[in-house]
């Protein structure tokens, strides 16, 4: 099973950048597609972006279409999700994790938060 810790998240502007990064644990992380979920202050958990066990297919969320993008590096069991354009809407606690029905155990996820 994978371990996964996400760090990277802090405090910026409107129209910042930030990248994330989420660092796993174990062999088996290349064999896994991954995904960055975010969840804001009383909202549901919700999917920004996947990315096959290659890192050649990624998938967005209409909202961050041409603002974030996700990559992978297997070598180094990282993933990572680079965001400009950063909104308000942004703000959300932001985990990785498999992108599976049945995810592995959620880490503390890394907050990132949006405002002038």
């Known amino acids: 099973q994978v371990q996964l810790v996400e760090s990277g998240g802090g405090l910026v502007q409107p129209g910042g950048s930030l990248r994330l990064s989420c660092a796993a644990s174990?062999?088996?992380?290349?064999?896994?597609?991954m995904a960055w979920y975010r969840q804001a202050p009383g909202q549901q958990r919700e999917l920004v972006a996947r990315i096959s066990t290659s890192g050649i297919t990624k998938k967005y969320v209409d909202s961050v279409k041409g603002r974030f993008t996700i990559s992978r590096d297997n070598a180094k069991n990282t993933l990572y999700l680079q965001m400009n354009s950063l909104k308000p809407d942004d703000t959300a606690v932001y985990y990785c994790n498999t992108d599976s029905p049945q995810p592995t155990d959620w880490g503390q996820g890394t907050q990132v938060t949006i405002a002038s």
């Open positions: 174990g062999s088996s992380f290349r064999s896994y597609p």
